[in-house]
């Protein structure tokens, strides 16, 4: 091992045991993409890496460096370690360690839209993500819950059957026995993402199409993600009914998972997969939009002309369609309308809300879903700090990184409970399970719903 390699391997022990004295803007920027003769299988396009002058200005808006207090879990250290293994100074084979930095990154993109060089940490995470999965396959949590489940849309419903009988058949309250609670810490956590009285998967129980009565206003392609169609399938119902009542033709075609699951995880093939059996059902027929009542489902879509592939034949007819990719919110906001005349007024209710990342920095919708919660007599919205911090849902990053994301939803509870609201609003089922559980864990009463839920309760 050559004199280089050891200093680096021992820069980055010390980084990753927290023990590294930080030095930014020290000189030895190594080139980028050129290791002569390094031993590293990264191929990738990196170049992203050199723009980041480790001010370290993504530290103050970085949730898991706000946990740990820890340079290898943030943005300017996370490049660091990518910028070590793609210059060939550490083999990511010797040190499990390393691949671990890299998929505790939430991709919430706070770091991104706060720093001055607006580098795209995530899109490098990305990158090693794939790189990564390129070289040693898919880790058996990918194998099992992406590939095993979300891929394939009829094994997901016999997974909400299962849990539908683990509820039903009275098996969830063994775990809370006294005698038995102290040993089953781990799965009394997991028991806490699931939400009381689980309904038929959304996908199996609504029909392929809601007409509304006389002439529809407009017709809308509404795509069930697999997350709304298991754990928020009432909310989706609600939804469509709204719509409806609001003179809207709604298709609900068969689909498959929009695959960002499997984008997150740097599984490429199967994005590719996925993406393309959907453009069928959602793009190529003519709807006046293409809906959805979860944000990541909506900003996976609004992007699929890099999911099937830029340069695929699918792409072409994508591409045309991507303004006409809605969220839910946006959709009623700025093409229904919200007509005071047929809302009713609702009991006093105190309401705050959380923003979505995949809304609010990757679609840039912050107002249409506080727009919609004013519009309702009887709501006062009030802000909570940090509404707009990823709640460590990052969509199955609470079952693959229990313990992170735990401490990030409570931080997210503390700040839900000062603001005294009986009603949380919700746009993402994703975020809508990681806080259920975090609000059922500190024992809080408050309701999860989605803004359009309200709207719904309000319609005269
Ligand atoms: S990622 Fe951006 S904010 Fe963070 S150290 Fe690099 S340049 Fe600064
Ligand atoms: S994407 Fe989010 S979790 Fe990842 S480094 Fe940036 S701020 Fe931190």
Redesign the pocket.
């Known amino acids: 091992m050559s004199d280089m390699h050891e200093a680096a391997k021992q820069t980055l022990k010390r980084l990753i045991t927290g023990t590294a004295k930080w030095r930014p803007n020290h000189s030895s920027d190594e080139p980028l993409n050129s290791p002569e003769g390094a031993n590293h299988p990264m191929t990738s396009d990196y170049s992203e890496i050199s723009r980041?002058?480790?001010?370290?200005?993504?530290q103050s808006v970085c949730p898991t460096y706000a946990e740990t207090m820890d340079e290898t879990q943030v943005?300017?250290g996370r490049?660091h370690l990518v910028r070590l293994l793609n210059n060939g100074q550490y083999d990511w084979r010797d040190d499990k360690g390393i691949s671990e930095k890299v998929d505790d990154c939430l991709l919430c993109q706070a770091?991104v839209v706060n720093?001055?060089?607006t580098?795209k940490?995530d899109e490098i995470m990305l990158a090693a993500r794939r790189d990564f999965i390129e070289i040693k396959g898919l880790s058996l949590f990918q194998k099992l819950v992406y590939r095993g489940a979300l891929s394939h849309r009829e094994r997901l419903d016999r997974v909400s059957t299962l849990m539908r009988l683990y509820e039903s058949s009275g098996a969830r309250n063994l775990l809370y026995l006294n005698i038995l609670r102290k040993s089953m810490e781990k799965l009394i956590y997991f028991d806490s993402f699931l939400p009381d009285g689980l309904e038929i998967p959304a996908r199996e129980s609504l029909p392929t199409l809601r007409r509304p009565q006389g002439e529809p206003k407009m017709k809308v392609a509404f795509f069930i993600g697999c997350a709304s169609n298991i754990f928020t399938a009432r909310t989706v119902r609600i939804v469509v009914e709204y719509l409806v009542s609001r003179g809207v033709e709604v298709h609900m075609p068969k689909v498959s998972c929009c695959g960002e699951p499997h984008r997150t995880a740097g599984d490429t093939a199967e994005v590719a997969r996925l993406s393309k059996s959907n453009v069928e059902a959602i793009f190529k027929p003519d709807f006046d939009f293409i809906v959805t009542d979860c944000s990541t489902c909506a900003h996976a879509l609004a992007h699929y002309d890099k999911f099937v592939g830029e340069d695929s034949p699918e792409a072409e007819i994508v591409r045309p369609k991507l303004p006409k990719v809605l969220e839910i919110n946006t959709l009623i906001r700025d093409h229904l309308g919200l007509e005071p005349s047929q809302l009713r007024e609702l009991p006093e209710t105190k309401v705050t809300y959380h923003d979505s990342c995949h809304a609010v920095r990757g679609l840039g919708v912050k107002d249409a879903p506080r727009d919609i919660l004013k519009s309702i007599p009887g709501v006062e919205l009030i802000e909570m700090k940090g509404a707009d911090s990823c709640c460590g849902g990052a969509g199955s990053y609470g079952f693959s990184h229990p313990e992170m994301s735990g401490r990030i939803a409570s931080t997210k509870v503390q700040n839900i409970k000062k603001t005294g609201a009986s009603t949380l609003a919700v746009s993402c089922p994703a975020c809508t399970l990681q806080l259920g559980a975090g609000l059922r864990r500190d024992g809080q009463p408050t309701k999860v719903l989605h803004p359009v839920e309200l709207l719904a309760q309000a319609s005269k």
Do not use: D, E, H
């Not at 980041?52 to 993504?58: K, L, S, T, V, Y």
């Open positions: 980041c002058n480790r001010c370290g200005f993504c943005a300017r490049i770091c720093c001055p060089a580098v940490t």
